[in-house]
C-alpha cells in the first residue's frame, strides 16, 4: 500500500464514529506513520522488502501485505523492522492533535499530513 492509497482508505473511515471504527481508524493511521518511515528509511538504504524480510525473521510475502494495507502490523514487528532500518521510534499519548502539533513546534519531531496522526522520529538528527 503506497501512502495516498493508505490515506484514502483511512479517511474512508472518518464517516462512522463508532468507539470500535474509531479504534480501527487510529490503528491504521499509527501503522501508516510507521510503515511510512520505516520505508523511507530502507528506500535510501537501498533495502528491498526480500532484505527487510530476512533481517526481521519473516517471509516476503508477509512484509508486502503489511505494507499493501492487507495485514496489521503489532508493535513487535514495527519494532523489528525500525530496528532493522536503523530506525526506533518514540511514541506519546497526546490529548488532542492540536495539543500535538503545538507541543511539536517547540520539539525535533516529524508531522505527518493535516489531520492524521503524528510520530516521533528518533535517528540521530
Known amino acids: 500500500m503506497n501512502i495516498k492509497d493508505g490515506i484514502n482508505r483511512i479517511r474512508d473511515l472518518f464517516e462512522e464514529k463508532s468507539f470500535e471504527v474509531e479504534v480501527g481508524r487510529e490503528t491504521s493511521l499509527l501503522a501508516l506513520c ?4 520505516i520505508e523511507k528509511a530502507a528506500d535510501t538504504q537501498g533495502i528491498t522488502r526480500k532484505e527487510l524480510a530476512e533481517r526481521v525473521g519473516t517471509s516476503p510475502s508477509y512484509i508486502t501485505q503489511i505494507f499493501r494495507g492487507n495485514k496489521t502490523p503489532n508493535l513487535k514487528i514495527l519494532t523489528a523492522m525500525g530496528l ?5 521510534f518514540d511514541i ?21 499530513p493535516k489531520d492524521e496522526a503524528m510520530i516521533l522520529r528518533d535517528d540521530g538528527e
Open 34 to 37: 510507521f510503515l511510512s518511515e
Open 84 to 88: 532493522a532500518v536503523g530506525r526506533k
Open 92 to 112: 506519546r499519548a497526546v490529548i488532542s492533535v492540536e495539543e500535538s502539533r503545538r507541543d511539536l513546534s517547540k520539539s525535533k519531531a516529524y508531522p505527518t
